[in-house]
């Protein structure tokens, strides 16, 4: 990644989560750094770890947020892990931006 939680491939955004499940409410905003120094987009969901259905959870959330059908936000990797890749197919430069607003930056 970039010093940033997201980068540009090609038209596709790949973001960069750490998700965190079972959270009070659904909820989008700021950022960790892990000990690489690395940046992770925080993002919190309702939603259990069990049978996908905290990483379901976080695609809708996105999708909606960034107002991207869910079809376009595609879990590349961290299936089982909280931190995640997630690639947003096409509209690479509008989601970067709206993703910038999240983090408070």
């Known amino acids: 990644m ?3 939680f997201w980068r540009i491939d090609g038209d596709d ?3 960069a989560v ?3 499940p079972r959270s009070a409410k659904d909820g989008i905003g700021g950022l960790w750094r892990d000990e690489k120094d690395m940046s992770w987009l925080q993002v919190q969901v309702r939603a259990v770890p069990e049978k996908g259905q905290a990483n379901e959870a976080l695609i809708r959330l ?3 947020r960034l107002k991207l059908p ?3 936000v595609l879990l590349e990797s961290g ?3 909280r931190l995640k890749r997630l ?3 096409g509209r690479a430069e509008r989601a970067a931006a709206m993703t910038e607003e999240w983090t408070g930056i």
């Open 79 to 81: 299936d089982t892990s």
């Open 2 to 4: 970039t010093d940033g």
């Open 70 to 72: 869910a079809k376009d």
């Open 18 to 20: 750490r998700l965190t």
């Open 62 to 64: 996105l999708a909606k």
């Open 87 to 89: 690639r947003l197919v």
């Open 13 to 15: 955004l790949i973001l």
